[in-house]
């Protein structure tokens, strides 16, 4: 029986030290990549939470003084109604509001569709 050569031994060794040399780059690499993605996510969460809360703030004040004025100007002609129309004005603003804040959050912005790319090709290439 021959012996075993000292190059195949080797050669094995060196192939699956390169291929974990590899998968290891690869792993770097895509946790780079998520970390960037992940910043800038978090910066745009940042901007619509401050957005968010800024329209918050001002819209209380606003609707606070604009109430108490309509409320005072117009309580001798309207009576009770007038808390029924600023009930309804009031509605149609918090729905607008609601569609802007949609609008802010959706549209993958809040999302990470580079990394997610990468990794479904990592997996159906290893699969």
């Given amino acids: 029986m021959p012996a075993p050569r000292a190059d195949a031994d080797t050669g094995l060794v060196a192939g699956l030290a390169g291929v974990a040399k590899n ?27 401050l957005v968010g809360a ?28 007038i808390l029924l129309l600023v009930a309804g004005v009031y509605t149609v603003l918090a729905a607008v509001i609601l569609q802007r804040a ?7 912005r809040l999302s990470m569709p580079a990394t997610l790319n990468e990794l479904r090709n990592d997996r159906d290439a290893l699969l």
Wanted: include cysteine; charge should be neutral.
């Fill in 23 to 49: 998968a290891f780059g690869l792993f770097l690499s895509r946790l780079e990549l998520a970390s960037l993605e992940l910043g800038e996510v978090r910066d745009n969460l940042a901007r619509v939470l």
């Fill in 54 to 81: 800024l329209g918050v703030v001002m819209l209380w004040f606003t609707l606070a003084c604009w109430t108490a004025l309509v409320v005072v100007l117009a309580w001798d002609s309207l009576g009770w109604k």
């Fill in 102 to 108: 949609r609008k802010l959050a959706g549209g993958d």
